[in-house]
């Protein structure tokens, strides 16, 4: 245990907590938690990242924190709040990854979130309660099972489920991919990174079809700037990843585009 009261000391410089959720801007769940978290002190600092995850969609929960947790001072808390009621097979529990705290459902989605997630995590024990929306009770009791460092009494070590992930795959002449997240401006993210893109690539010329063959690209962009108006680009995104767009207009509603989309890169010999 003396590794989390290093790790404990960290958070009491910081303090800050995040909730990414599906919770949505007509729901009272989020001032719930707020209600609750501010009893805990003025010490504690309750920042959303989204409160507008697609319903259920823990890959998306996933994909935006993965991409912004490291904006927050190390030692802070993030609280995955997207399809996040406890239940007998599926427990809340508390993760020390990369200097974070998370407390989230252990049903795999830890997979989406870290590359190499560790082999255990800390299960909060069971809070006895008739309340139909345990996921805020358990995340007071979390955030202060951390700030208490009271792993021991609060905690049991519990083996941390996994997920297989649904990777490119490629050959020496193509790479597919499919969308794995749709920004506000109705861009398409594709699992593809650029250091897959490039050992394919190899400097040849390519075409990126996007589920089909008749929306294509066959340049990449260094940025937005340099996109025209109506253009369809196509560019790797500060995440890394390829990025698919039509300048202005939402191209997944244009086209109809959704996490089931394939993205194909055929290049040319």
């Known amino acids: 245990m003396y590794y989390f009261y290093l790790c404990n000391i960290i958070f009491h410089l910081m303090n800050v907590v995040t909730i990414t959720c599906d919770w949505g801007n007509e729901d009272y769940y989020l001032g719930c938690l707020k209600g609750r978290f501010s009893a805990l002190g003025a010490d504690f600092s309750l920042i959303e990242i989204s409160r507008s995850i697609p319903s259920h969609d823990v890959q998306n929960e996933a994909f935006v924190l993965k991409n912004c947790y490291k ?10 709040g997207v399809f996040s009621e406890p239940n007998r097979s599926e427990k809340m529990v508390i993760l020390f990854y990369d200097g974070y705290y998370f407390i989230g459902l252990n049903d795999g989605r830890f997979s ?8 255990m995590a800390f299960e909060i024990m069971e809070i006895e309660s008739d309340s139909t929306f345990l996921s805020i009770e358990y995340f007071i009791k979390g955030v202060k099972i951390i700030a208490e460092n009271n792993f021991e009494a609060q905690t049991r070590a519990a083996e941390l489920k996994r997920e297989s992930l649904r990777r490119a795959v490629y050959n020496e002449d193509t790479i597919i991919g499919r969308v794995i997240h749709v920004d506000s401006f109705g861009n398409a993210v594709a699992n593809i990174d650029r250091l897959l893109f490039e050992r394919i690539c190899k400097g040849r010329s390519f075409t990126i079809f996007v589920q089909g063959p008749y929306l294509k690209c066959t340049t990449l962009k260094n940025g937005y700037g340099e996109c025209e108006a109506g253009e369809v680009f196509a560019l790797f995104n500060s995440a890394d990843l390829l990025e698919i767009g039509r300048f202005g207009l939402n191209l997944a509603t244009l086209e109809n585009i959704d996490n089931t989309t394939e993205i194909r890169i055929k290049f040319n010999r």
Not at 71 to 80: E, M, N, R, Y
Not at 112 to 119: G, H, K, R, S, V
């Open 71 to 80: 904006s927050f001072p190390p030692g802070s808390i993030h609280l995955l």
């Open 112 to 119: 989406y979130l870290f590359e190499n997630p560790p082999a």
